[in-house]
């Protein structure tokens, strides 16, 4: 026999979705450092078997992740990272994924400019995530879905700096015809641009994809040395000298570096 305090079936489950809306929210705005069951039962009210059930809930459905350690949940991104999924390329595991964006989280933090997660796909970059700082006039250059020929901004460039020299020319002569539209760029200066990232370690460029805007890519890669992604960060060109050019690729480095450990 129901009692006048027992839940419908009806409005248990408005009160669940409200929940895990709630936990997300809290979620969202601990980037990147997370929470663990206890403090979100502090914070929201609910009780604690109650969060760590919303927790698995929203894990399985892809909207929040866990740590290594599985103790803390972090925000899933964008539409919980299943954005991230869709353009990532398929060899590139989820775990790897989502590590590096948490590391963009960090970085968009510390430089308050945009950060983003770009792949290839053939003779083009796509964009796979993108995360924004709080500076006041950030550079989108690129969004989730959004695709260059590969060697178009910055990422692109770190990417195709990593081919080998006769891969690197093939893909581009197939993209020849495109490069005009990027500000001028011609094939032979996609070439000098590549030979000059491989020598500084990292790519540099500047009003090619988006007027006014300079990015600085830095790409992982395997022992081998094939690419696997690139991050790159972009601002205005006047908050980019030569010193916080590198500073932000030795940032970039250092992501980077702690993704390894998912494809070694």
């Not at 409200?18 to 997300?24: F, I, R």
């Not at 892809?62 to 290594?68: A, C, D, E, Q, Y």
């Not at 968009?108 to 400019?113: F, H, I, R």
Request: with cysteine; proline share 4%.
């Amino acid at each position: 026999m129901k009692t006048e305090n027992a839940p419908s079936a009806k409005s248990a489950g408005p009160r669940t979705l409200q929940k895990g809306l709630t936990v997300l929210s809290l979620l969202k705005s601990a980037a990147p450092d997370g929470f663990g069951a206890t403090e979100v039962a502090n914070r929201t009210g609910i009780d604690r078997v109650s969060v760590q059930r919303l927790f698995l809930a929203l894990e399985n459905g892809g909207w929040v992740r866990r740590n290594k350690a599985g103790k803390r949940f972090y925000s899933g991104g964008e539409v919980g990272g299943l954005s991230a999924l869709l353009w990532a390329p398929h060899h590139v595991s989820r775990e790897l994924i989502y590590a590096a964006m948490e590391g963009m989280r960090r970085l968009a933090k510390q430089l308050g400019d945009a950060v983003f997660l770009i792949g290839r796909d053939g003779a083009e970059s796509v964009g796979i995530h993108r995360e924004i700082g709080d500076y006041p006039m950030q550079i989108l250059a690129s969004f989730p879905g959004k695709r260059h020929p590969l060697g178009v901004g910055s990422a692109g460039m770190a990417l195709l700096s990593a081919l080998p020299d006769a891969e690197a020319r093939a893909v581009v002569e197939a993209n020849s015809s495109r490069l005009e539209e990027y500000g001028g760029l011609s094939a032979e200066m996609i070439h000098r641009l590549r030979l000059n990232a491989q020598e500084r370690g990292y790519a540099v460029m500047q009003n090619y994809a988006v007027s006014g805007a300079l990015g600085v890519g830095c790409a992982l890669t395997r022992e081998d040395g094939a690419p696997i992604l690139a991050l790159s960060v972009s601002s205005i060109t006047d908050r980019m000298p030569i010193k916080r050019q590198m500073e932000t690729a030795r940032l970039l480095r250092r992501e980077l570096d702690n993704l390894r450990e998912f494809f070694q």
